[in-house]
């Protein structure tokens, strides 16, 4: 797909860290691009800086999704690209004992289905939606139609010690991936999915210097956290290039995770 200002985009979690380094890499090729998010202020900062459109949307609700594509598509038009990198996270292990009192506690199922269902549950339904507004569309030369880029993490591979609900979060995403890939094929959309490592994200921006470093001499090389204008360099080959289809690739400087 060769990106400019006859595409559009829309990009979940698009105000900040990943998102943001992907909508500000894709206006710069003249894309038009609609920013799903719950920072107004921040989407709505960004949206302005780049020419493009904020939506509120929680990628949880159903109405909240529909009424987020609507307005981005009035807006900006049909998208023939969707980057999901809205996500969040939780750390609890399943079961563990209090070492001041030996209470014995375990990981709620209701905590565990929150992160389910903005990670996993929300990057699907905003797939969903969103193919089927692609499905409106002529084909490209070439016959291709969309082309949809996912986050998943290293942890769908690796998970640390208290990431169950993320971890199965994040394999679910890899799960469906070639699934979603093979449901659009005759279609012309495409569907990858980027597995980052430890990135300079908002997570760890607030994070003291000495912590960020120690985090990135983990990595093999380079040794320090990834940028999100490397993620968004990633997601942008994944969308350009035709072949590219139905992969979840690491991107993490060879570091493989250690249990803690």
């Known amino acids: 797909m060769e990106l400019n200002s006859s595409i559009a985009a829309v990009i979940t979690g698009g105000a900040s860290g990943l998102g943001e380094a992907t909508a500000r890499a894709l206006a710069s090729h003249g894309v038009k691009v609609a920013i799903f998010d719950l920072q107004k202020d921040k989407g709505e900062k960004v949206a302005s800086e780049i020419g493009g459109v904020y939506c509120e949307v929680n990628v949880t609700n159903d109405e909240s999704v529909t009424a987020g ?12 690209i969707l980057v999901n990198c809205a996500g969040t996270g939780n750390a609890a292990k399943t079961a563990s004992r209090d070492k001041k009192t030996g209470e014995i506690k375990f990981f709620q199922a209701k905590d565990f289905d929150r ?16 193919a089927a507004g692609m499905l409106t569309l002529d084909p490209l030369p070439g016959g291709e139609r969309g082309a949809i880029v996912n986050t998943a993490s290293v942890a769908a ?10 971890t199965a979060s994040k394999a679910g995403i890899n799960g469906v991936t070639l699934v979603v890939a093979r449901d659009l094929a005759q279609e012309g959309i495409r569907c990858n999915t980027i597995m980052p490592g430890l990135f300079n994200t908002p997570l760890l921006q607030g994070a003291p210097e000495q912590v960020k470093q120690a985090l990135g001499a983990q ?3 380079p040794p320090r956290l990834g940028n999100p204008p ?20 690491r991107l993490d400087g060879a570091i493989r995770m250690a249990p803690r």
């Not at 594509?69 to 023939?80: I, L, P, T, Y």
């Not at 992160?115 to 969103?130: D, E």
């Open 219 to 221: 990595v093999p090389f």
């Open 69 to 80: 594509f609507a307005k981005a598509r009035a807006a900006v038009g049909q998208e023939r």
């Open 115 to 130: 992160i389910i269902q903005i990670n996993l549950v929300g990057t699907f339904r905003c797939i969903a939606q969103s």
């Open 157 to 166: 591979q690796d998970g640390q010690i208290g990431q169950a609900a993320y």
């Open 230 to 249: 490397e993620y968004a360099s990633l997601a942008l080959q994944m969308i350009t290039n035709g072949y590219f289809n139905g992969e979840c690739v």
